[in-house]
């Protein structure tokens, strides 16, 4: 009886299996299906009840067992062996997945489109270490200052290598093929220089105009010497022309005098008679030549006083001829140095470049790009093919 018992129980565990295996809810009707997970269940429940299971079947029909209350209290009651009501919810429950955190190239995009329309064109402005932090909104920037806003809020600070477009000229270039989002792109692919008066550039136009300023500096002070020059020039000649009078003047006096000497005839009896012969001839005569001595050496020292003041003259004249000479050069180079100083007052040569962030292509194929620009007002998102060299931002994403 025992072993008939055990018999029992274990086909009707096996029976309930089968059973369960063989119901195809895409293909039983409920009533089907429901007759037979009730015969099912009304074995389990008549083996269950059977106290002979031995050792050997015991844990095959526990195993058994367990899963069959599970499916039971899951699925169906009985009710008198009339009526199963179902407790599943057969509608496929639905579980949200998280949100991907996007890949920072994409945050990048995400970051600088969501700008459009807020942020105008400002030449030359820059963000703030504040704006970077998030702690307020730019309004105004230019293209460099807009990428390097849009990078420096990723990375939660300012990144130098994006300052200007002649610093973004420096990253790793690029092909077009190789383009990925959130790369930069130049319209010229120089950055913007500026040209001091030389022709030296400069990444910043105040650099340019700083460099120019030293130039004219430079020529104010060389101005300034030669003019000093000039004047110093000046007051010689007039010196030099006061002397040459004074000269003159002399020459007329030494003039005077020689003629005064010329025509004073030198008679005997004029000559003082220092001995007691009155009468001695050749006392006379000796006295009378030693006076023509005299009065030929007062005209030769006459006549070199005359020479020397010609000489004197001449060699005035001759430094007045160069001290001339010299400002003229000197007016020349005065010319020369206003005429250069003149090119520095103009204004600086400006060859401009323009920036933007690739964002990917269009449904027709066509490049998209975000950019602060000048033309539009500001922050814009379009299709254009103004970007012509390309660099890499993975240094400036990944540092």
């Not at 000046?234 to 002399?250: L, P, R």
């Not at 292509?361 to 390309?390: L, P, Q, R």
């Amino acid at each position: 009886m025992k072993r008939k018992s055990t018999v029992y129980g274990l086909l009707g565990a096996i029976g309930l299996v089968v059973g369960l295996s063989a119901i195809n809810p895409a293909v039983l009707d409920e009533s089907k299906k429901n007759d037979k997970i009730a015969v099912s269940v009304v074995s389990y429940d008549k083996a269950k009840k059977s106290d002979n299971l031995n050792a050997a079947t015991g844990g095959a029909f526990t195993a058994t067992s367990q899963a069959i209350e599970s499916y039971a209290s899951e699925n169906v009651t009985l009710s008198e062996g009339k009526k199963i009501n179902k407790s599943r919810n057969r509608k496929a429950v639905v579980t949200s997945k998280p949100t991907a955190t996007p890949k920072p190239r994409e945050q990048i995009v995400k970051i600088a489109k969501s700008y459009k329309g807020k942020i105008t064109y400002l030449w030359g402005g820059k963000p703030s270490d504040a704006q970077i932090l998030g702690k307020n909104q730019p309004k105004e920037l230019d293209c460099s200052g807009f990428i390097q806003f849009v990078y420096s809020k990723y990375k939660k600070k300012r990144i130098s290598e994006l300052g200007s477009t002649i610093a973004i000229a420096g990253l790793p270039k690029i092909k077009k093929s190789e383009l990925k989002v959130g790369d930069i792109g130049l319209r010229n692919g120089t950055g913007s220089i500026y040209f001091d008066a030389d022709g030296k550039s400069y990444s910043e136009p105040q650099f340019a105009e700083e460099a120019n300023d030293k130039k004219i500096e430079k020529f104010d002070k060389k101005i300034d010497i030669n003019k000093k020059k000039k004047s110093s020039a000046k007051k010689k000649i007039k010196n030099k022309t006061k002397k040459i009078e004074e000269i003159k003047d002399k020459k007329d006096v030494l003039k005077k005098n020689k003629k005064e000497i010329l025509s004073t005839s030198i008679d005997v009896d004029e000559v003082e008679d220092t001995s007691d012969d009155i009468t001695d001839d050749e006392k006379k005569q000796e006295d009378t030549e030693i006076k023509k001595d005299e009065q030929s050496k007062e005209m030769e020292k006459n006549t070199a006083e005359l020479k020397k003041c010609d000489m004197e003259i001449t060699n005035i004249k001759s430094d007045v001829k160069k001290l001339s000479e010299n400002i003229k050069k000197i007016d020349k180079q005065l010319k020369k140095l206003k005429k250069l100083k003149k090119k520095y007052n103009t204004d600086i040569e400006k060859s401009i470049d323009h920036v933007g962030i690739y964002c990917g292509k269009n449904k027709v194929g066509k490049m998209v790009w975000c950019h602060c620009s000048s033309s539009k007002g500001g922050v814009v998102y379009e299709a254009t093919d103004i970007f012509t060299h390309y660099y890499s931002s993975e240094s400036c994403i990944t540092k």
